[in-house]
């Protein structure tokens, strides 16, 4: 089985996860919109994961949250994913959680 994975960026305590899922296809690859975070201070760590940087529109932001308070994040617009994945020939595709906070 081949799997793409996708996700804004792989952070330090995910990678290991990750790295137990692609043992266990035949093939597993990881596309990422950006090579760290730097609102969380996560520097590019993908150990032995095979990892794709996407084509991204990156934008650093800050929000007020619904409590009052202002939130510093990062904004990451894939625009060659379509591409990629014609490219890859994957037939089988885990997306990773996009979560709104707030």
Same mark, same amino acid.
């Given at each position: 089985? /081949? =799997?793409?994975?996708?996700?804004? &960026? %792989? ?5 290991? %996860?990750?790295?137990?899922? $692609? &043992? @266990?296809?035949? /093939?597993? @690859?990881?596309?990422?919109? $950006? ?5 969380? !201070?996560?520097?590019?760590?993908? !150990?032995? %994961? ?9 934008q650093?932001?800050? =929000? /007020?949250? $619904? ?17 990629? %994945?014609?490219?890859?020939?994957? /037939?089988? !595709? ?5 979560s709104?906070? !707030?």
């Amino acid at each position: 089985m /081949r =799997v793409a994975f996708f996700t804004n &960026n %792989l952070s330090p305590h995910g990678v290991s %996860l990750v790295e137990q899922i $692609a &043992n @266990r296809v035949d /093939r597993f @690859r990881v596309f990422v919109s $950006a090579e760290s975070d730097e609102v969380h !201070g996560f520097m590019r760590t993908w !150990g032995t %994961l095979d990892v794709t940087l996407q084509r991204s529109i990156n934008q650093f932001r800050v =929000v /007020r949250k $619904a409590y009052g308070f202002w939130q510093a994040g990062e904004l990451h617009i894939p625009f060659d994913t379509m591409h990629q %994945l014609k490219e890859e020939k994957t /037939r089988n !595709g885990i997306l990773s959680t996009l979560s709104r906070h !707030g």
